[in-house]
Structures are given as structure tokens and as C-alpha cells.
């Protein structure tokens, strides 16, 4: 699961219901397996308008390249909006990974 997490000091122009869709294409990955959350932060060091940090399931296909291919469309969605940004994508081993729903 892609869990993308947006930090931002101001109120994005965009909402991550809207900006669910592109995401989901630029990953690759169904609908109901990537979570955007906006996070509204007080106070965040750096120039960039928004910082996300991006936790994703290793897989085969998520090469170096496919993952630097990856944040830049990230960073062109972004910039569509105006916004500079500040990407950051850590791979995680599946096997170490649990979650539950409530149904």
C-alpha cells in the first residue's frame, strides 16, 4: 500500500480525493490500496511548499529507476498545482508489514 503522507504549512489548492486518481496511476495500484492523507504542519524547516513522504511494499518492479521515474510525475502532479516540493519514498519488505481493517 502507498500511504502518501503531504505535509504542508498552508491549506493545499487541491484535495487528496482529487488528487487520488493521478496518484493511483503514477503507482500503478488499485483504488482502495493508496491512502493520501494532507497533514497540516505548524512549523517545517526547508523552502519547499510541501513535503511528502511516501511508504510504499517493496516490490520487483519498484527499481531504482521505476521509483525515481515515479516521484518525478509525483513532482510534475504537484507543480500542475504550484507547488514545489520535497519527495521522499522509503520501500518496505512485505513480511514485516501487518494491518487490520474494521468491516
Given at each position: 500500500?502507498?500511504?502518501?503522507?503531504i505535509?504542508?504549512?498552508n491549506?493545499?489548492k487541491?484535495?487528496?480525493s482529487?488528487l487520488h486518481?493521478?496518484?493511483?496511476k503514477?503507482?500503478?495500484?488499485p483504488?482502495?490500496v493508496?491512502k493520501?492523507?494532507v497533514?497540516?504542519?505548524l512549523?517545517?524547516s526547508g523552502?519547499?511548499?510541501l513535503y511528502i513522504?511516501v511508504?510504499?511494499?517493496a516490490k520487483?518492479?519498484?527499481?531504482?529507476?521505476a521509483?525515481d521515474n515515479?516521484?518525478?510525475?509525483m513532482?510534475?502532479?504537484?507543480?500542475?498545482?504550484g507547488?514545489?516540493?520535497n519527495i521522499?519514498?522509503?520501500?518496505?519488505?512485505?513480511?514485516?508489514q501487518?494491518?487490520?481493517k474494521?468491516t
Open positions: 500500500m502507498p500511504l502518501l503522507k505535509f504542508t504549512s491549506a493545499l487541491v484535495s487528496a482529487s486518481q493521478r496518484l493511483q503514477i503507482w500503478n495500484v483504488g482502495d493508496l493520501v492523507l497533514l497540516p504542519s512549523d517545517m523552502d519547499e511548499d513522504d511508504r510504499a511494499k520487483p518492479e519498484r527499481t531504482q529507476d521509483i515515479v516521484m518525478k510525475e513532482q510534475s502532479l504537484f507543480a500542475e498545482h507547488y514545489n516540493t521522499r519514498v522509503e520501500l518496505y519488505s512485505p513480511d514485516l501487518s494491518s487490520l474494521s
